[in-house]
C-alpha cells in the first residue's frame, strides 16, 4: 500500500481544490480518498510506504489526446518517415513516449503511426517492461490512394475499402479508428480544401467501427470535412479548424451545435507552428518581403485557429486538449505551452483546460473508467507539482513527480 499525502487536491472533476487529502493506492488502483488527519493510523497499521506532497499540487496524469509518436518532431517529419528504417522508428517512439511521461503526461493517445510497431509498445507499456507514457493508438489512419499520410499504409479509396479496414485494425487490436476526411498540411500534394471520404463513405465507416466497439476519430481541416464528421456522428473531431483557401475561418455554428446536441468531442490540436506563428530561423532576414509575408500569414491563420477555437468554447463544445507532438517542429514535453495557449487565447479557463487535458479525453476515448480523474477504482496515474497550476498553467512545465499505476516514474524534486 501507498499513501499520497496532498496539501492539494485537484481531482479533475471540475470541482475546487481539496486541502489536506491522502490518497490511498493498493496495487495500481486508487482504494479510497481520506482527510489527512484521518490517515495516520491507517498507515501504520498497513506499513504504507509514504510519498509526502503536503506542500504540492497533485492533479490526475495529463492526457495528450493528439500525438504521433513516429513522428520525429523536426523540421521534416515526413521526410524522416520516408528515409528511416521500422526499428529506428521505433526506437523513436520509446523515447518520445518517455518525453511524454517525463513532461507529466501519462497517457498518450496516438494518432497516427506508420505501421502497427505502435501497439507492440502499448502493449510492453501496460506490461512494465517499460516505463513510458501509456499509449492508446490507432496505428495506421485509414486515409484516400495519395491522401494525407497515406505514407503511414492505410491507403483505402471505396466504402468496402474503408470498411474492410477498420475490420483488419480492429482485428489486429487498435484501440480505435483514425480516418482523415479532409487533407493536410504535411503530406506533399494534399490539399486541406478536399474532402477524401463522401458523407456515405464516412457513415458506414463509422457504423462498422461502432459495431466492433471502437470510436472514431477524424482529422478535418475544412468545413465540409467537419460537416461529414458530425453528421456521420464521429467521436472525435481533430483540429476542427473550418480553414478556408485564404486561410480564415468558414466556420458555422449550426455544424458545431449538432455536434453539442449529439455528445462529440473537439480536439483543436495546434501544432507549434500554429501556437506560436512563423518564428523566424536565427539567419533570416527579417527585413525580407517574403519572410514579412510568412510571418503576417501564419499571425492570420494562430488567431483564426484561436478565434474557432473561443467561439466553440462560448458554445459549449466538449474541447479536449492535444499538441500534435511529432509534427513540424512539436516536442513531446512541451504540453504545458499548449495547455497554458487554450487559457490565455482559447477561452478557456484553468479549471477547464485542466479537464480538457484529464477527465474529458478520458471520456472521449471511452476509458473514464480508468482514467482521467483522482477517484476511487481509478488506476492510480498522478502528477505532483510544486506551484498551483489554476495561479498559472506554466507551473505544469515543472513536474515534480509522477505516479504511474501507483508506481513512481518520475522523480525529479
Known amino acids: 500500500m501507498k499513501i499520497v499525502k496532498c496539501g492539494f487536491l ?45 506542500d504540492a499540487y497533485v492533479i490526475p496524469g495529463l492526457i495528450d489526446s493528439h500525438v504521433h509518436l513516429s513522428f520525429s518532431g523536426t523540421s521534416d517529419p515526413a521526410g524522416d518517415l520516408y528515409r528511416d528504417s521500422e526499428d529506428y522508428l521505433m526506437i523513436r517512439q520509446v523515447r518520445n513516449a518517455q518525453t511524454a511521461l517525463n513532461a507529466g503526461i501519462t497517457l498518450v493517445r496516438d494518432c497516427g503511426s506508420k505501421g502497427m510497431s505502435i501497439l507492440a509498445l502499448r502493449d510492453a507499456v501496460n506490461d512494465g517492461f517499460i516505463m513510458a507514457s501509456r499509449i492508446f493508438a490507432s496505428s495506421v489512419p485509414i486515409t484516400s490512394t495519395g491522401g494525407h499520410c497515406h505514407f503511414l499504409g492505410g491507403e483505402a479509396d471505396s466504402k468496402n475499402e474503408a470498411v474492410k479496414m477498420v ?74 479548424a473550418f480553414l478556408s483557401d485564404d486561410g480564415t475561418a468558414d466556420f458555422d455554428a449550426e455544424i458545431i451545435q449538432t455536434a453539442i446536441e449529439k455528445g462529440l468531442y473537439i480536439s483543436p490540436a495546434m501544432n507549434y507552428g500554429t501556437l506560436m506563428g512563423y518564428v523566424p530561423a536565427p539567419d533570416e532576414d527579417t527585413e525580407d518581403p517574403r519572410v514579412q509575408k510568412k510571418i503576417a500569414f501564419w499571425d492570420e491563420l494562430t488567431e483564426t485557429r484561436f478565434s474557432t477555437t473561443r467561439k466553440m468554447v462560448r458554445m459549449g463544445a466538449k474541447i479536449i486538449a492535444g499538441t500534435d507532438a511529432g509534427t513540424k517542429k512539436t516536442g513531446f514535453g512541451d504540453y504545458w505551452k499548449a495547455l497554458k495557449a487554450m487559457n490565455e487565447r482559447g477561452g478557456m479557463s484553468a479549471m477547464q483546460v485542466l479537464e480538457s487535458a484529464t477527465r474529458l479525453p478520458a471520456e472521449a476515448m471511452g476509458i473514464s473508467d480508468r482514467f482521467g480523474t483522482i477517484e476511487a477504482g481509478k488506476k492510480a496515474d498522478m502528477v505532483i507539482l510544486k506551484e498551483d497550476p489554476l495561479l498559472d498553467l506554466q507551473h505544469l512545465a515543472s513536474v515534480s513527480k509522477v505516479l504511474l499505476g501507483g508506481e513512481l516514474a518520475v522523480n525529479h524534486f
Do not use: F, W
Open 10 to 54: 485537484i481531482d479533475g472533476t471540475g470541482n475546487p481544490p481539496l486541502r489536506d487529502r491522502a490518497v490511498v493506492i493498493q496495487g495500481d488502483r486508487i482504494k479510497e480518498i481520506y482527510p489527512l488527519n484521518e490517515i495516520d493510523a491507517l498507515a501504520r497499521r498497513e506499513q504504507a510506504e509514504i510519498i509526502d506532497a503536503e
Open 167 to 240: 475490420r483488419k485494425l480492429s482485428r489486429d487490436g487498435v484501440d480505435y479508428i483514425k480516418v482523415m476526411l479532409s487533407g493536410g498540411n504535411m503530406t506533399k500534394g494534399s490539399n486541406p480544401q478536399i474532402t477524401q471520404y463522401t458523407q456515405h463513405q464516412a457513415d458506414r465507416l463509422v457504423r462498422e467501427a461502432h459495431m466492433l466497439g471502437k470510436t472514431v476519430a477524424a482529422h478535418a481541416l475544412n468545413r465540409r470535412s467537419i460537416e461529414i464528421a458530425v453528421h456521420a456522428g464521429i467521436d472525435t473531431i481533430e483540429h476542427c
